[in-house]
């Protein structure tokens, strides 16, 4: 199996309808090149899932949601689950990003939960992991994202099902980028660590590189052994910004 790289964009708690213009500018953005060279997705927030898949239809874009509840229905208001996503259109969704850990205490067992649900209802799971900068500092960011890995990724992975974002917590819209040399390090343990847990399908699971990337930076960012792409967080709001980004891989 080729890993094809992932260009995604997560629009977090961003996006009204008028919004879908810049999902639409990508959508005619994502040439024939892009396409033989990757897969775009555009993670808008729930309240978009299925206009943005009416918009990008026939357009090859993948659409997915940023979060889901563990259980497919239930008296759990306010959440959504990963089968009304897949209802509403989405091919994908994120679990375990570093604000819903932070924000709402989620741990890598719910995180891990939270991914089996996305594999129970076909969609393709997005976990991620990354280090705090005290983390970092400490010297035990690659243990702590091992650790990550561990607790969040569910047994049942493929490398079909299951893509790995690393977003060090500290370069995340900070402004701060880490070296090329970390990001390099850095993905080449967690490609050790899947590889050892779940053999073949580990070396072909994707990595997605998140964290402050930038189309000046995404070159020196994304074009290396074993990252597979990008998560993208505010540059993906503008078609100009994340298509440059993925202009990278032509």
């Known amino acids: 199996m080729t890993r094809r790289p992932l260009v995604a964009g997560n629009w977090k708690m ?24 990757s897969d775009f997705l555009i993670c808008p927030p729930v309240t978009l899932v299925a206009e943005a898949a009416k918009a990008v239809t026939g357009k090859g874009v993948f659409i997915g ?23 509403a259109g989405a091919a994908y969704v994120i679990v375990g990003h570093s604000e819903r850990r932070a924000d709402h205490g989620e741990s890598d067992a719910v ?18 992991v990354g280090e705090r900068r005290e983390q970092r500092e400490a010297g035990k960011a690659i243990a702590v994202v091992r650790e990550q890995l561990a607790g969040s990724i569910p047994d049942a992975a493929t490398a079909a099902t299951v893509v790995v974002a ?8 900070t402004g701060l980028t880490p070296t090329k040399a970390d990001v390099a390090d850095m993905h080449k343990a967690i490609r050790e660590t899947l590889g050892q847990r779940f053999g073949a399908e580990g070396q072909n699971t994707r990595i997605l590189y998140g964290g402050s990337v930038k189309p000046e930076n995404a070159r020196d960012l994304i ?8 998560l993208i967080g505010g540059a993906s709001l503008k078609a100009k910004d ?5 202009s990278a891989y032509i």
């Not at 940023?66 to 209802?87: I, N």
């Not at 074009?223 to 990008?230: N, T």
Request: aromatic letters at 4%; proline letters at 3%.
């Open 242 to 246: 994340f298509l440059g980004i993925a």
């Open 14 to 37: 961003n996006g009204l309808k008028a919004g879908l213009s810049e999902l639409e500018a990508i959508g005619a953005g994502y040439s024939a090149a892009l396409k033989a060279k």
């Open 65 to 87: 949601g940023q979060d889901c509840h563990a259980k497919a229905s239930g008296p759990h208001t306010g959440d959504v689950s990963a089968e009304m996503l897949k209802d």
């Open 223 to 230: 074009i290396q052994p074993d990252v597979d792409g990008a």
């Open 111 to 128: 995180v891990r939960a939270k991914a089996e649900a996305g594999l129970r209802a076909g969609l393709v799971t997005i976990v991620c």
């Open 166 to 173: 690393y977003e060090p917590v500290w370069a995340i819209g």
